[in-house]
Nanobody, 120 residues
Framework: QVQLVESGGGLVQAGGSLRLSCAAS????????MGWFRQAPGKEREFVAS???????????GSAKGRFTISRDNAKNTDDTVYLQMNSLKPEDTAVYYC??????????WGQGTQVTVSS
């Protein structure tokens, strides 16, 4: 069973920063990619950023480019962890942020979500 445990959400003023973390239990889970999605009230869940675990290649939504940075910690003997550093936050970034992991393309696992609220 894959478990994704998120942390780091909260309330911040516009222009501020937050860092989200997501730890994946290793067990028998081999990571293909990890990333972040978000869902604002009344909207569809949308892609924010992801990282290919083998190559380290990163991908960003247009709204995240230049402001958000995805990174990882995949040291041996620890849970694989993905981070999302969010800078220059805007009120429109307010959403529940979900960690996503894949053990192969199209096979998704999700975290419980963490609320990010940006006040104007």
């Amino acid at each position: 069973q894959v478990q994704l445990v998120e942390s780091g959400g909260g309330l911040v003023q516009a222009g501020g920063s937050l860092r989200l973390s997501c730890a994946a239990s290793r067990r028998t889970f081999t990571i293909y990619s990890m990333g972040w999605f978000r869902q604002a009230p009344g909207k569809e869940r949308e892609f924010v950023a992801s990282m290919s675990w083998r190559s380290g290649s990163t991908y960003y939504a247009g709204s995240a480019k230049g402001r958000f940075t995805i990174s990882r910690d995949n040291a041996k003997n620890t849970d694989d962890t993905v981070y999302l550093q969010m800078n220059s936050l805007k009120p429109e970034d307010t959403a529940v942020y979900y960690c996503n992991a894949q053990d192969r393309p199209g096979f998704d696992y999700w975290g419980q979500g963490t609320q990010v609220t940006v006040s104007s």
